[in-house]
Nanobody, 122 residues
Framework: QVQLVESGGGLVQPGGSLRLSCAAS????????MGWYRQAPGKQRELVAL???????NYADSVKGRFTISRDNAKNTVYLQMNSLKSEDTAVYYC????????????????WGQGTLVTVSS
């Protein structure tokens, strides 16, 4: 069974930084895209950043220039470096991956992590 486990959330003051990590575990053949989404109270889940297996990236306009997504393919891990945090960045952040499982038969899966809370407040 493939799982995504996030870490790195917490409380930070406005202007501060946090780094989120998400590691995929299980029998995995390949991971195409990995990304971060967030959901603030009373709002819909939205894309924050996405990275493909050739490290092409895409960011929400609201985080461009402040957040950086990266991945370590050897560790099946994706990171989100968040700088210059604002109160409006407060949300539960979810990791997402589109992957192919190992073994036989191989399966295409979209997997979500359990979420990690980021609170930006003074």
């Amino acid at each position: 069974q493939v799982q995504l486990v996030e870490s790195g959330g917490g409380l930070v003051q406005p202007g501060g930084s946090l780094r989120l990590s998400c590691a995929a575990s299980g029998i995995i053949f390949s991971i195409a895209t990995m990304g971060w989404y967030r959901q603030a109270p009373g709002k819909q889940r939205e894309l924050v950043a996405l990275i493909t297996n050739i490290e092409s990236t895409n960011y929400a306009d609201s985080v461009k220039g402040r957040f950086t997504i990266s991945r370590d393919n050897a560790k099946n891990t994706v990171y989100l470096q968040m700088n210059s945090l604002k109160s409006e960045d407060t949300a539960v952040y979810y990791c997402n991956a589109n992957l192919v499982t190992g073994g036989t038969p191989r399966k295409y899966l979209e997997v979500w992590g359990q979420g990690t809370l980021v609170t930006v407040s003074s």
